[in-house]
């Protein structure tokens, strides 16, 4: 889960799992797409999921929800994906994880075909953590701590990462 600070208090956190950027994608090939701030993407077609946090974002960043180009459904992120290379869209707003698996999925290489234009830092938590309820002994949560710590530098873990695309 994301550690948040309405959420600190209300569990013991044993630590991070894997990151969890979040950026706004374009095709490599657009090289006439740059962004330097946020607003600078109001130029562009931008791909959401209906109602998701980063289409919601946007929304509260002054995006106009009506010119956003929005898609609903399980395969909403592939559906995207699919515009963006087709060029009916610019930009995707996506957690990088995501961006990578959908695109390694659809048998594409993400570092050739995607371009990271500009990060959203606001959206980018730290990580994904794992948490315990406040109920369970510092005993356990110390002993979780240590285990995901030691399995956090196992080849397995790294493949794992890799697999969904994550820099580490």
Do not use: C
């Amino acid at each position: 889960m994301s550690r948040l600070p309405k959420r600190e208090a209300l569990f013991k956190w044993i630590g991070v799992i894997t990151p969890s950027d979040y950026s706004v994608f374009a095709l490599k090939e657009r090289t006439d797409i740059e962004i330097k701030a946020l607003d600078d993407m109001k130029k562009y077609k931008i791909g959401t999921t209906l109602g998701d946090a980063r289409e919601t974002y946007l929304v509260g960043k002054g995006f106009e929800l009506e010119k956003l180009y929005r898609v609903g459904g399980e395969e909403a992120n592939v559906q995207n994906f699919k515009m963006l290379k087709a060029k009916r869209i610019d930009l995707w707003p996506m957690p990088d994880a995501v961006a990578y698996y959908v695109s390694k999925k659809l048998g594409d290489d993400p570092d050739k075909v995607l371009r990271k234009v500009f990060e959203l830092s606001e959206l980018s938590t730290g990580g994904y953590s794992l948490a315990a309820s406040l109920q369970t002994s510092d005993d356990v949560v110390n002993k979780l701590k240590n285990s995901l710590e030691a399995f956090k530098k196992t080849p397995e873990y790294k493949q794992i990462l890799k697999k969904w695309g994550i820099k580490h």
